[in-house]
């Protein structure tokens, strides 16, 4: 598995882009800053788009990618999936018309720019060479976190999340899993912030990650760009393989 960071951070600032991940040149793991990074021609190798949820963010480059797909040679429709509530959200504040045109129905309905699809919730499904499993997690609007199976290794991404349980339960019984992509937006002094709008620290994040076996690897994105450093300083102080992600970075699991 080999994933491309095209953006990890917590919020759009030169020297800081938005969250992004190409997984092995066709699927993307959110796509906030992915029309940005990519070049057009690496955008027309994108068959899927994994949503976490609809927070610009993380959403608002699938718009970009739709636009240019639109006016490629390349015909085949990018495929948005995600929970089903995510996807109603999509569509009802960004797909309809009047804040982006609907794609889903463009150039026509039969033969659209973008197809959605809905994930069901913590069940496997098949995406191109892999397998996704959809974990709904805590945060302000409906979300979820993914664990992606290419059938050698496990992927986990957390998306935005606060505190949550049935994530990180879900890893402890994961065969394969050798990284987990986490969230970690605020420093600690932050806390009552981070709880409140659905988010980690790294006290909060330190916390999740004693249930996980000490084999894992853990990759940490989506820092406030206000709060870069001190946040960086405090998740260097975490116990065990925790570091940052970093935007154009090129992982290999």
């Known amino acids: ?41 690496a955008q027309d190798r994108v ?3 994994l949503l976490s949820h609809a927070h610009l963010d993380h959403s ?5 990618l739709a636009d240019n797909r639109a006016l490629s040679e390349e015909t085949r429709p990018i495929t948005a999936l995600a929970l089903e ?21 463009l150039p026509t309905p039969e033969n659209p720019t973008v197809r959605f699809r809905a994930l069901p919730s913590e069940a496997e499904s098949r995406v191109g060479r892999c397998s996704i499993t959809a974990i709904p997690v805590h945060h302000t609007v409906p979300a979820s ?9 496990t992927l986990a ?4 999340t606060g505190p949550t349980v049935a994530f990180w339960q879900a890893l ?3 065969k394969r899993l050798k990284a987990v992509f986490a969230e970690c937006s605020f420093p ?21 990650l004693d249930r996980l076996p000490a084999s894992v690897s853990v990759h940490v994105f989506h820092l406030k760009p206000a709060f870069y450093e001190e946040t960086a300083e405090e998740v260097a102080r975490l116990d065990g393989p925790v570091r940052l992600l970093t935007d154009g970075g090129i992982l290999t699991l």
């Not at 882009?17 to 992915?34: E, T, Y």
């Not at 509530?85 to 129905?105: G, I, K």
């Not at 991404?157 to 935005?160: A, F, I, L, V």
Request: with cysteine.
């Open 157 to 160: 991404y957390t998306g935005d």
């Open 60 to 64: 608002v480059g699938l718009a970009f």
């Open 47 to 49: 068959e899927y788009v």
């Open 85 to 105: 509530p995510v996807l109603a959200d999509l569509r009802a504040h960004c797909f309809n018309d009047a804040l982006w045109p609907d794609f889903s129905r």
């Open 145 to 153: 976190g993914f664990l992606l199976d290419d059938g050698k290794v």
């Open 172 to 174: 402890r019984g994961t």
């Open 1 to 41: 598995m080999k994933i491309h960071v095209l953006g990890a951070g917590g919020g759009d600032r030169a020297g800081h882009r938005l969250p992004a991940f190409l997984m092995d040149d066709h699927l993307l793991l959110d796509a906030g800053g992915a029309a940005a990074a990519l070049p057009l021609q």
């Open 188 to 208: 600690n002094r932050m806390e009552e912030l981070a709880v409140a709008t659905g988010h980690l620290t790294p006290a909060l994040l330190r916390r999740e």
